[in-house]
């Protein structure tokens, strides 16, 4: 067990919804980072945050955003979604900035159907 | 830009055996180096890194890995493998210059035959 936590584990929804995907972070780390591995694509980076300020950016799509909250959770948003935005969305925590290892959750499997 | 190959889709080997995964990156500036390994239906787990020092790096379950600046490579190795390291496993490297962003390798399947 990683110490990150992810919410929902499954998500299954139509073309054109919008989702909300939660991550929380280890205790104590304060960066947060969003990937999308899909079979096709690989492991993409997609958006950093470090305590509540976005750091660095990706191959995110504009119909996705993210934030971090105060408490150092956070959430990506996926809106007018379609077919091949089902994916696996990992989020990762790491203390810092530098490059430190990072801690990966479980994951969020996304069917858009 | 930064970019990072996994030239081995699949790599098998028999129990027992050592085992080596190949990485080969590009960077401008320092390199940071990482190797993740993913069970299946889990996210990944790191394994070891090289930020700088011994080009051998130690990590976990008897992994090491080599950092070779010249060949610009980051080869996993293990003496001897087990049918438990069967696993995908991905080479990660960030540079100093753009702190935060990752770029993982498209992965390298390792499986171990009893």
């Known amino acids: 067990d990683s110490g990150v936590t992810q919410t929902p584990k499954h998500l299954i929804t139509a073309t054109g919804q919008r989702v909300t995907l939660r991550c929380s972070p280890r205790?104590?780390?304060?960066?947060v980072y969003w990937y999308q591995q899909s079979l096709d694509q690989g492991l993409q980076f997609l958006i950093q945050?470090?305590?509540?300020?976005?750091?660095a950016k990706g191959n995110i799509l504009e119909r996705f955003s993210a934030q971090q909250f105060p408490d150092l959770h956070s959430e990506l948003n996926l809106s007018s979604l379609e077919l091949g935005d089902s994916a696996l969305y990992f989020c990762?925590?790491?203390?810092?900035?530098?490059?430190?290892?990072?801690?990966f959750g479980p994951g969020t499997r996304l069917t858009v159907t | 830009a930064q970019s990072v190959a996994q030239p081995e889709d699949q790599v098998n080997v028999a129990e027992g055996n050592p085992l080596t995964v190949k990485c080969t990156y590009s960077?401008?500036?320092?390199?940071?180096l990482f190797w993740y390994v993913q069970y299946p239906n889990r996210g990944l787990q790191f394994l070891l890194k090289?930020?700088?020092?011994?080009?051998l790096v130690k990590g976990s379950y008897g992994f090491e890995a080599e950092f070779n600046k010249s060949q610009t490579s980051f080869h996993l190795k293990k003496p001897s493998a087990l049918v438990s390291d069967s696993a995908l496993y991905f080479c990660?490297?960030?540079?100093?210059?753009?702190?935060?962003?990752?770029?993982f390798g498209d992965g390298t399947t390792l499986t171990v035959k009893p």
């Open positions: 990762a925590s790491s203390p810092g900035t530098a490059p430190y290892e990072q801690y």
């Open positions: 205790s104590g780390d304060l960066s």
């Open positions: 945050y470090y305590n509540g300020e976005e750091r």
């Open positions: 960077v401008s500036g320092n390199p940071y």
């Open positions: 090289y930020i700088t020092g011994d080009n």
């Open positions: 990660a490297v960030r540079d100093g210059t753009n702190a935060g962003k990752s770029t």
